[in-house]
């Protein structure tokens, strides 16, 4: 008891000098801006880009700062795979905290935008850009955040790590799974900060802020159909194309079960208390419950695309690829289906489903790669305390939540390697305009220098005593 009350009065004092400092925080602000906008215009596509280059411009920020070298290290297996790892030296107390976020981006295509994606743009309240929200954002808060902590000559009673790393949106040189396997002693930690949680804001009201202690495990199929081909001007029903088609219009209507853990039920019940839709709060407050009510549930994910993905395994189709001339019959017709398993769903039975579904022998359906199953992390006090004492101070009315993520980070390297792992963002977004991975991805003004206060001040709660 004693422990929590003590840690209590250090986080009350670092909320009070966090609110005295919030007047002299212009600068900072403007230097957070800098490196923000300085990441999002080094292209790391896996296509263009070279994650090294922007690696070693956030190691020369931090040598500026006062890093010593010793601590601030570049290092990856390949020459455009650069990951940074820096070392911000504590009294060594405890053991180190680890702030991981990726450097690496999905790809952009300048046709496909309303502005140039790879060129930092404030308009009408956002800033735009591929990676703002998707991870260049945290990146940036963490690098500024560090700085700042620098020059006020704060000293941690634990080591904190910086990990940016490559390749988590996926490629051949996974940054977090090769530290790990390579050189864990650089990144060994207590426990680690990622992605993955984000504060959650409808029609302009704060709702949820969430702590991701789980994810969905990741897993691409491939469906082929081959033929024989043939000329166009003899077309016949045996058509690779049309079997394709076919199949996945079939996936296109299918819906797999319903299925809560219970750190999803934990997310439902708690979320009830802040909805102000009275019918929404009722279905969630229903699935909350066991047994589960799958008519609240069902129209719980009819009403939201990111609903629906907490509580089912999902696989889409999102690449296409057929035929090799405008006169000629094809040859293969071939589809990647990505799938978000549950965690527990294996994904040989996932593949078995996928086969039913299609309902034509005609088209194989094959694993991509090996699916790395993610171990969900117990939720530790300390993180929770310092989470939500933060939340009650800079946001009244928002409730933290325990998250399971729809999409999969580099948290299951880390996890699965014993060290817990918890999506943690403090930057709100509305939950109906996700556009991280598509179409002129951005991120509130407002929201990401409110991250960058949070993330400030969590680092602080989570180092010092």
Same mark, same amino acid.
């Given at each position: 008891?004693?422990?929590? +009350?003590?840690?209590?009065?250090?986080?009350?004092?670092?909320?009070?000098?966090?609110?005295?400092?919030?007047?002299?925080?212009?600068?900072?602000?403007?230097?957070?801006r800098?490196?923000?906008?300085?990441?999002?215009?080094?292209n790391?596509?896996?296509?263009?880009?070279d994650?090294?280059?922007?690696?070693?411009?956030?190691?020369?920020?931090l040598?500026?700062?006062?890093f010593?070298?010793a601590?601030?290290?570049?290092?990856?297996?390949?020459?455009?795979?650069?990951? *940074?790892?820096?070392?911000?030296?504590?009294?060594?107390?405890?053991?180190?905290? *680890?702030?991981?976020?990726?450097?690496?981006?999905?790809?952009?295509k300048?046709?496909?935008?309303?502005?140039?994606?790879?060129?930092?743009?404030?308009?009408?309240?956002?800033?735009?850009?591929?990676?703002?929200?998707?991870?260049?954002?945290?990146?940036?808060?963490?690098?500024?955040?560090?700085?700042?902590?620098?020059?006020?000559?704060?000293?941690?009673?634990?080591?904190?790590?910086?990990?940016?790393?490559?390749?988590?949106?996926?490629?051949?040189?996974?940054?977090?799974?090769?530290?790990?396997?390579?050189?864990r002693?650089?990144?060994?930690?207590?426990?680690?900060?990622?992605?993955?949680?984000?504060?959650?804001?409808?029609?302009?009201?704060?709702?949820?802020?969430?702590?991701?202690?789980?994810?969905?495990?990741?897993?691409?199929?491939?469906?082929?159909?081959?033929?024989?081909?043939?000329?166009?001007?003899?077309?016949?029903?045996?058509?690779?194309?049309?079997?394709?088609?076919?199949? *996945?219009?079939?996936?296109?209507?299918?819906?797999?079960?319903?299925?809560?853990?219970?750190?999803?039920?934990?997310?439902?019940?708690?979320?009830?208390?802040?909805?102000?839709?009275?019918?929404?709060?009722?279905?969630?407050?229903?699935?909350?419950?066991?047994?589960l009510?799958?008519?609240?549930?069902?129209?719980?994910?009819?009403?939201?695309?990111?609903?629906?993905?907490?509580?089912?395994?999902?696989?889409?189709?999102?690449?296409?690829?057929g035929?090799?001339?405008?006169?000629?019959?094809?040859?293969?017709?071939?589809?990647?289906?990505?799938?978000?398993?549950?965690?527990?769903?294996?994904?040989?039975?996932?593949?078995?489903?996928?086969?039913?579904?299609?309902?034509?022998?005609? +088209?194989?359906?094959?694993?991509?790669?090996?699916?790395?199953?993610?171990?969900?992390?117990?939720?530790?006090?300390?993180?929770?305390?310092?989470?939500?004492?933060?939340t009650?101070?800079?946001?009244?009315?928002?409730?933290?939540?325990?998250?399971?993520?729809?999409?999969?980070?580099?948290?299951?390297?880390?996890?699965?390697?014993?060290?817990?792992?918890?999506?943690?963002?403090?930057?709100?977004s509305?939950?109906?305009?996700?556009?991280?991975?598509?179409?002129?991805?951005?991120?509130?003004?407002?929201?990401?220098?409110?991250?960058?206060?949070?993330?400030?001040? *969590? +680092?602080?709660?989570?180092?010092?005593?």
């Amino acid at each position: 008891m004693r422990s929590h +009350i003590s840690r209590a009065l250090v986080l009350v004092a670092l909320m009070a000098s966090g609110r005295m400092v919030v007047s002299q925080s212009r600068p900072f602000d403007e230097r957070a801006r800098e490196i923000f906008k300085e990441l999002i215009e080094i292209n790391t596509t896996a296509s263009a880009g070279d994650t090294t280059v922007a690696a070693e411009a956030m190691a020369a920020r931090l040598k500026a700062a006062g890093f010593p070298a010793a601590d601030v290290q570049v290092v990856g297996p390949a020459p455009k795979k650069g990951n *940074l790892v820096a070392r911000f030296r504590g009294t060594g107390r405890r053991r180190p905290l *680890l702030l991981l976020a990726h450097l690496d981006v999905v790809e952009a295509k300048r046709e496909d935008w309303s502005l140039d994606p790879f060129v930092f743009q404030e308009k009408d309240g956002f800033f735009y850009g591929r990676g703002t929200s998707d991870d260049k954002g945290m990146a940036s808060q963490f690098v500024a955040s560090l700085i700042r902590l620098k020059e006020e000559g704060f000293l941690p009673d634990r080591d904190v790590i910086l990990a940016l790393t490559a390749d988590e949106e996926g490629g051949d040189f996974n940054g977090a799974d090769w530290l790990v396997k390579t050189h864990r002693d650089l990144i060994d930690a207590a426990f680690a900060v990622n992605e993955g949680g984000s504060g959650v804001l409808k029609n302009g009201k704060y709702l949820v802020n969430e702590v991701q202690a789980a994810e969905k495990v990741y897993q691409d199929f491939r469906l082929e159909v081959k033929n024989t081909g043939g000329h166009s001007s003899l077309p016949v029903k045996d058509n690779a194309i049309s079997h394709l088609s076919g199949g *996945l219009a079939r996936l296109g209507t299918f819906e797999f079960p319903i299925r809560l853990t219970d750190i999803t039920r934990t997310y439902f019940e708690r979320s009830a208390t802040v909805q102000t839709d009275a019918k929404t709060a009722a279905d969630m407050r229903a699935v909350a419950r066991t047994p589960l009510n799958i008519a609240a549930a069902t129209r719980l994910a009819t009403s939201s695309p990111y609903y629906n993905a907490m509580m089912r395994t999902t696989c889409v189709a999102t690449r296409l690829e057929g035929g090799h001339a405008n006169n000629a019959l094809p040859q293969l017709a071939a589809a990647v289906v990505n799938c978000r398993l549950l965690p527990g769903d294996a994904p040989e039975a996932t593949r078995q489903q996928l086969v039913k579904v299609l309902a034509d022998a005609k +088209i194989a359906v094959t694993a991509i790669d090996e699916a790395n199953p993610s171990r969900p992390a117990t939720l530790i006090p300390e993180v929770m305390t310092a989470v939500e004492s933060l939340t009650a101070a800079m946001f009244p009315g928002v409730v933290v939540v325990p998250v399971m993520s729809t999409g999969a980070t580099d948290g299951l390297f880390l996890r699965n390697a014993g060290i817990p792992t918890f999506g943690i963002d403090g930057t709100f977004s509305d939950i109906d305009d996700v556009r991280m991975h598509g179409r002129d991805e951005r991120v509130g003004v407002k929201q990401y220098f409110e991250g960058l206060e949070f993330q400030y001040k *969590l +680092i602080k709660a989570l180092s010092a005593r």
